[in-house]
């Protein structure tokens, strides 16, 4: 399991940091649009494809399962992931604490890994990438669709 940013300090691997780069606008609209509708709670990013060392990340699309994960539900969901209880209880506090206009919880499974990350001090906000995705929904739309499948 690999950790990032100050809550878990630790290595994150290039492909997480790439994928949330290349994903944030949809990540943020999922934290802010079920924020509302749901409460606290995290992101899960399912990687569907095998990643490739040759992956060009400005190029190749990623397909992944999005899905947000509602406090209520979150310590079973990572229990499920035969996580340690240190870091399943380092999580539900983050939940608990995190700022949901300005932060987000995520979490990204994908080539046998799992990857926690607290996204803060973002150059776009939870808020901000609702706004845009809305505003851009046809080209999001089939995206999505297929990544939630």
Not at 97 to 109: E, F, Q, S
Request: charged share 20%; glycine share 6%; aromatic share 10%.
């Amino acid at each position: 399991m690999q950790y990032s940013n100050s809550v878990w300090p630790g290595y994150v691997s290039h492909w997480q940091s790439s994928f949330i780069r290349q994903n944030i606008l949809i990540i943020g609209y999922i934290a802010w649009n079920d924020y509302l509708n749901a409460g606290r709670g995290m992101v899960v990013c399912e990687i569907i494809d095998a990643l490739h060392p040759a992956i060009d990340w400005s190029l190749d699309l990623v397909a992944f399962r999005p899905a947000f994960i509602p406090r209520c539900r979150a310590a079973n969901y990572l229990r499920r992931l035969d996580l340690e209880e240190d870091v399943v209880d380092a999580l539900l506090e983050t939940i608990e604490t995190y700022d949901p206009m300005r932060a987000i919880v995520a979490l990204v499974k994908g080539n046998g890994e799992v990857d926690c990350s607290l996204l803060q001090n973002l150059k776009i906000s939870p808020v901000d990438c609702c706004e845009q995705v809305l505003r851009r929904w046809p080209e999001f739309q089939p995206g999505l669709i297929l990544q939630g499948e």
